[in-house]
């Protein structure tokens, strides 16, 4: 497995709380993605970074922020977790967009009672 | 918005037999077709992808085969056994952003 951690690698938490999803990575790739994964639904992309502290939303962004100071690291949060936000979150690599492979780390499962 | 659909949702097969799912996709910029493979539990991983300049592409008991024209892209697997199942995703890349199918949950029965 590449080098790509998750932490926390579960978590619950009451609706309305603010949660912040960590990832880790010591591949040094420019490119970094958070995914939530739902039955019928695939992988879903939240959010996508292409450097550091350039970020962009993808398809399901709505009541999600990310941040990256570092080339290594890139935070979810959800501001006012919500019911819905229950899922199972990855956050993926590339060195490229596009055109390459996208390395998952290994998930974190989020409750929101 | 660009989507790529994905049959179908559930495979069952006997060991030995074949498996092949199949996948739409709207984005006609797509160039880059990935498939990951994700165990019960575990993350997804890539099995196998094809770029938009072959028609198909092997490696050993994995296939996967595209047609731009028609934007359909399937995956094939010869003499299954019961380390295949697991559910599989397709993904289609324009450059910007990966979509990936809702996945098939493939058994392979002993």
């Known amino acids: 497995d590449a080098g790509i951690t998750q932490s926390p690698r579960h978590k619950v938490t009451e609706t309305g709380t603010p949660v912040t999803l960590r990832c880790h990575q010591t591949?040094?790739?420019?490119?970094m993605y958070w995914y939530r994964q739902d039955p019928g639904h695939g992988l879903r992309l939240i959010h996508y970074?292409?450097?550091?502290?350039?970020?962009d939303k993808g398809e399901v962004s709505d009541g999600y922020s990310v941040s990256r100071s570092k080339t290594e690291d890139f935070l979810l949060t959800l501001e006012s977790a919500t019911s819905s936000q229950t899922s199972v979150y990855f956050c993926?690599?590339?060195?490229?967009?596009?055109?390459?492979?996208?390395?998952f780390g290994p998930g974190t499962r989020l409750t929101v009672t | 918005g660009e989507n790529v659909e994905q049959h179908p949702s559930t495979l069952s097969v006997q060991e030995g037999d074949s498996a092949v799912i199949k996948c739409t996709y709207s984005?006609?910029?797509?160039?880059?077709f990935p498939w990951y493979k994700q165990e019960l539990g575990k993350r997804p991983q890539l099995i196998i992808d094809i770029r938009s300049n072959v028609g198909e592409k092997k490696d050993q008991r994995i296939a996967v085969t595209l047609n731009k024209t028609a934007k359909h892209f399937s995956l094939h697997i010869t003499e299954t056994q019961p380390e295949d199942s697991a559910v599989y995703f397709c993904a289609s890349d324009g450059g910007f952003k990966t979509i990936f199918g809702a996945g098939t949950r493939l058994f392979v029965k002993a």
């Open positions: 993926a690599i590339s060195e490229i967009q596009g055109d390459d492979e996208q390395y």
């Open positions: 591949e040094n790739h420019r490119y």
């Open positions: 984005d006609s910029a797509s160039n880059y």
């Open positions: 970074s292409y450097g550091v502290k350039d970020t």
